[in-house]
Protein backbone atom coordinates (compact mmCIF):
# COMPACT_ATOMS: atom_id res chain seq x y z
CA UNK A 1 0.00 0.00 0.00
CA UNK A 2 1.04 3.45 -0.55
CA UNK A 3 0.01 6.76 2.27
CA UNK A 4 -0.30 9.91 -0.07
CA UNK A 5 0.00 12.75 1.85
CA UNK A 6 -1.40 16.21 0.54
CA UNK A 7 -1.04 19.83 0.53
CA UNK A 8 -2.37 22.26 1.55
CA UNK A 9 -5.40 20.79 2.17
CA UNK A 10 -7.52 23.34 1.68
CA UNK A 11 -6.79 27.27 0.54
CA UNK A 12 -8.76 30.38 -0.74
CA UNK A 13 -7.12 32.59 -3.35
CA UNK A 14 -7.47 35.30 -5.03
CA UNK A 15 -8.68 35.08 -8.99
CA UNK A 16 -5.73 35.66 -10.78
CA UNK A 17 -2.91 34.09 -8.75
CA UNK A 18 -1.52 30.86 -8.58
CA UNK A 19 -1.50 27.92 -6.05
CA UNK A 20 0.72 24.74 -6.14
CA UNK A 21 -0.29 21.56 -4.26
CA UNK A 22 1.80 19.05 -3.13
CA UNK A 23 1.46 15.47 -2.93
CA UNK A 24 4.05 12.79 -1.39
CA UNK A 25 3.92 8.97 -0.82
CA UNK A 26 5.45 7.44 1.61
CA UNK A 27 7.11 4.86 -0.77
CA UNK A 28 8.38 5.00 -4.83
CA UNK A 29 5.35 4.40 -7.36
CA UNK A 30 5.48 3.55 -11.06
CA UNK A 31 2.75 6.31 -11.78
CA UNK A 32 1.11 9.61 -10.44
CA UNK A 33 -2.15 11.24 -11.48
CA UNK A 34 -3.76 14.44 -10.97
CA UNK A 35 -7.66 14.71 -10.42
CA UNK A 36 -9.72 17.55 -10.35
CA UNK A 37 -13.38 16.91 -8.90
CA UNK A 38 -15.82 19.76 -8.85
CA UNK A 39 -18.69 19.38 -6.31
CA UNK A 40 -21.14 16.97 -6.66
CA UNK A 41 -19.05 15.21 -9.56
CA UNK A 42 -16.98 12.35 -10.34
CA UNK A 43 -13.30 12.71 -10.85
CA UNK A 44 -11.76 13.76 -14.30
CA UNK A 45 -8.22 13.58 -14.59
CA UNK A 46 -6.10 15.92 -15.60
CA UNK A 47 -2.84 14.60 -16.51
CA UNK A 48 -0.40 11.74 -15.93
CA UNK A 49 3.03 12.74 -13.71
CA UNK A 50 5.97 11.42 -15.55
CA UNK A 51 9.23 10.78 -13.69
CA UNK A 52 12.02 13.33 -15.33
CA UNK A 53 9.94 14.39 -18.85
CA UNK A 54 6.79 16.43 -18.93
CA UNK A 55 3.31 15.48 -18.00
CA UNK A 56 0.67 13.94 -20.31
CA UNK A 57 -2.01 15.97 -20.06
CA UNK A 58 -6.19 15.07 -20.91
CA UNK A 59 -8.18 16.42 -23.58
CA UNK A 60 -8.85 19.93 -22.63
CA UNK A 61 -6.14 20.53 -19.69
CA UNK A 62 -2.85 22.48 -20.94
CA UNK A 63 0.50 22.90 -19.34
CA UNK A 64 0.16 26.62 -19.16
CA UNK A 65 -2.36 26.32 -16.96
CA UNK A 66 -1.73 23.15 -15.08
CA UNK A 67 1.63 22.91 -14.84
CA UNK A 68 2.92 19.37 -13.48
CA UNK A 69 6.56 18.31 -11.76
CA UNK A 70 7.82 15.32 -10.97
CA UNK A 71 11.43 15.62 -10.08
CA UNK A 72 11.63 11.56 -8.52
CA UNK A 73 9.79 8.38 -7.63
CA UNK A 74 7.81 9.77 -4.58
CA UNK A 75 6.65 13.38 -5.17
CA UNK A 76 4.47 15.37 -7.50
CA UNK A 77 3.27 18.87 -7.95
CA UNK A 78 0.37 20.57 -9.70
CA UNK A 79 -0.03 24.71 -9.81
CA UNK A 80 -3.42 26.04 -10.95
CA UNK A 81 -2.43 28.80 -12.62
CA UNK A 82 -3.85 32.17 -12.92
CA UNK A 83 -6.90 31.18 -11.02
CA UNK A 84 -10.43 32.32 -11.84
CA UNK A 85 -13.46 30.92 -9.87
CA UNK A 86 -13.40 28.37 -12.44
CA UNK A 87 -10.96 26.79 -10.68
CA UNK A 88 -13.19 26.21 -7.73
CA UNK A 89 -12.75 22.56 -7.28
CA UNK A 90 -10.79 19.55 -5.30
CA UNK A 91 -7.65 18.85 -6.71
CA UNK A 92 -6.32 14.95 -5.48
CA UNK A 93 -3.03 13.36 -6.27
CA UNK A 94 -3.13 9.41 -6.95
CA UNK A 95 -0.77 6.55 -7.53
CA UNK A 96 -0.40 3.26 -8.37
CA UNK A 97 2.73 1.25 -6.90
CA UNK A 98 2.65 -1.61 -9.75
CA UNK A 99 0.59 -0.71 -12.73
CA UNK A 100 -2.55 -1.40 -12.77
CA UNK A 101 -3.83 -2.22 -9.76
CA UNK A 102 -4.69 -0.27 -6.72
CA UNK A 103 -4.71 3.74 -7.15
CA UNK A 104 -4.20 5.04 -3.88
CA UNK A 105 -5.47 8.87 -3.19
CA UNK A 106 -4.31 11.95 -1.28
CA UNK A 107 -6.88 13.28 0.86
CA UNK A 108 -7.77 16.37 -1.74
CA UNK A 109 -6.79 19.96 -1.87
CA UNK A 110 -10.30 21.93 -1.62
CA UNK A 111 -9.52 24.70 -3.51
CA UNK A 112 -11.79 28.19 -3.45
CA UNK A 113 -11.38 30.90 -5.97
CA UNK A 114 -12.53 34.53 -5.32
CA UNK B 1 -19.83 8.93 -25.91
CA UNK B 2 -18.35 8.94 -22.78
CA UNK B 3 -15.76 6.57 -22.03
CA UNK B 4 -17.37 5.46 -18.35
CA UNK B 5 -20.79 5.84 -17.96
CA UNK B 6 -22.94 4.69 -15.16
CA UNK B 7 -26.53 5.67 -13.41
CA UNK B 8 -25.98 8.77 -11.24
CA UNK B 9 -28.65 7.52 -8.98
CA UNK B 10 -29.77 8.42 -6.42
CA UNK B 11 -30.15 4.85 -5.58
CA UNK B 12 -32.50 3.80 -2.35
CA UNK B 13 -32.21 0.27 -1.04
CA UNK B 14 -33.56 -1.33 1.83
CA UNK B 15 -31.19 -2.42 4.48
CA UNK B 16 -30.77 -6.12 4.79
CA UNK B 17 -31.33 -6.09 0.79
CA UNK B 18 -29.01 -6.14 -1.87
CA UNK B 19 -27.75 -2.99 -3.80
CA UNK B 20 -27.04 -3.10 -7.62
CA UNK B 21 -24.46 -1.23 -9.17
CA UNK B 22 -23.82 -1.09 -13.09
CA UNK B 23 -21.23 0.47 -15.37
CA UNK B 24 -20.54 0.56 -19.06
CA UNK B 25 -17.49 1.47 -21.07
CA UNK B 26 -16.80 2.51 -24.72
CA UNK B 27 -13.25 1.37 -25.58
CA UNK B 28 -13.70 -2.24 -26.53
CA UNK B 29 -10.00 -2.99 -25.64
CA UNK B 30 -10.01 -2.08 -22.37
CA UNK B 31 -8.93 -4.82 -19.78
CA UNK B 32 -8.74 -3.62 -15.95
CA UNK B 33 -11.67 -2.46 -14.16
CA UNK B 34 -12.19 -1.11 -10.64
CA UNK B 35 -15.00 -0.27 -8.41
CA UNK B 36 -13.97 2.26 -5.70
CA UNK B 37 -16.24 4.06 -2.78
CA UNK B 38 -16.25 7.57 -1.72
CA UNK B 39 -17.61 9.10 1.09
CA UNK B 40 -18.66 12.73 1.12
CA UNK B 41 -15.46 14.65 1.76
CA UNK B 42 -13.18 11.90 1.67
CA UNK B 43 -11.01 10.11 -1.31
CA UNK B 44 -12.29 7.27 -3.02
CA UNK B 45 -11.42 4.02 -1.84
CA UNK B 46 -10.50 0.76 -3.42
CA UNK B 47 -13.41 -2.53 -3.15
CA UNK B 48 -12.53 -4.90 -6.00
CA UNK B 49 -10.76 -4.92 -9.24
CA UNK B 50 -11.78 -7.05 -11.69
CA UNK B 51 -9.92 -8.10 -15.29
CA UNK B 52 -11.46 -10.93 -16.58
CA UNK B 53 -14.89 -11.95 -17.61
CA UNK B 54 -17.24 -13.87 -15.04
CA UNK B 55 -17.70 -12.45 -10.65
CA UNK B 56 -15.39 -11.92 -8.52
CA UNK B 57 -16.56 -12.43 -4.96
CA UNK B 58 -15.22 -10.63 -1.53
CA UNK B 59 -16.99 -11.14 1.34
CA UNK B 60 -20.58 -9.29 0.65
CA UNK B 61 -19.32 -7.72 -2.33
CA UNK B 62 -19.87 -9.30 -6.27
CA UNK B 63 -17.88 -7.55 -9.19
CA UNK B 64 -19.60 -8.85 -12.63
CA UNK B 65 -17.34 -8.12 -15.57
CA UNK B 66 -19.03 -9.19 -19.47
CA UNK B 67 -16.27 -7.71 -21.55
CA UNK B 68 -18.49 -8.85 -24.99
CA UNK B 69 -20.70 -6.60 -23.30
CA UNK B 70 -18.93 -3.42 -22.28
CA UNK B 71 -20.43 -4.01 -19.21
CA UNK B 72 -19.29 -4.37 -15.07
CA UNK B 73 -21.27 -4.58 -12.42
CA UNK B 74 -21.37 -4.42 -8.44
CA UNK B 75 -23.44 -6.19 -6.22
CA UNK B 76 -23.81 -5.34 -2.57
CA UNK B 77 -25.15 -8.15 -0.25
CA UNK B 78 -27.02 -7.18 3.30
CA UNK B 79 -26.73 -3.80 2.41
CA UNK B 80 -25.78 -1.81 5.69
CA UNK B 81 -26.10 1.92 6.23
CA UNK B 82 -22.65 2.05 6.64
CA UNK B 83 -22.54 1.54 2.43
CA UNK B 84 -24.58 4.54 1.97
CA UNK B 85 -21.58 6.53 -0.28
CA UNK B 86 -21.05 7.14 -3.78
CA UNK B 87 -19.58 3.92 -5.90
CA UNK B 88 -17.24 4.98 -9.03
CA UNK B 89 -16.63 2.72 -11.66
CA UNK B 90 -13.28 3.26 -13.08
CA UNK B 91 -11.33 1.36 -16.15
CA UNK B 92 -8.29 1.02 -17.20
CA UNK B 93 -8.10 2.01 -20.76
CA UNK B 94 -4.65 0.83 -21.84
CA UNK B 95 -5.26 -0.71 -24.89
CA UNK B 96 -4.93 2.80 -26.33
CA UNK B 97 -1.50 2.50 -27.48
CA UNK B 98 -0.32 1.68 -23.99
CA UNK B 99 -1.35 4.41 -22.14
CA UNK B 100 -1.74 3.73 -18.44
CA UNK B 101 -4.45 5.57 -16.37
CA UNK B 102 -7.37 5.30 -14.69
CA UNK B 103 -10.83 7.16 -16.30
CA UNK B 104 -14.06 6.97 -13.62
CA UNK B 105 -17.27 7.36 -14.34
CA UNK B 106 -19.56 10.07 -12.96
CA UNK B 107 -20.54 7.69 -10.07
CA UNK B 108 -23.88 6.53 -8.37
CA UNK B 109 -24.96 7.73 -5.09
CA UNK B 110 -26.23 4.90 -2.74
CA UNK B 111 -28.05 5.46 -0.22
CA UNK B 112 -29.26 2.62 2.65
CA UNK B 113 -32.45 2.96 4.57
CA UNK B 114 -32.24 1.51 7.62
Known amino acids: SAVISQKPSRDICQRGTSLTIQCQVD?????MFWYRQQPGQSLTLIATANQGSEATYESGFVIDKFPISRPNLTFSTLTVSNMSPEDSSIYLC???????????FGQGTRLTVV | QKEVEQNSGPLSVPEGAIASLNCTYSDRVSQSFFWYRQYSGKSPELIMS????GDKEDGRFTAQLNKASQYVSLLIRDSQPSDSATYLC??????????????FGQGTRLTINP
Open chain 1, 27 to 31: SQVTM
Open chain 1, 94 to 104: SAWTEVDTEAF
Open chain 2, 90 to 103: AVNPRGKGGAQKLV
Open chain 2, 50 to 53: IYSN
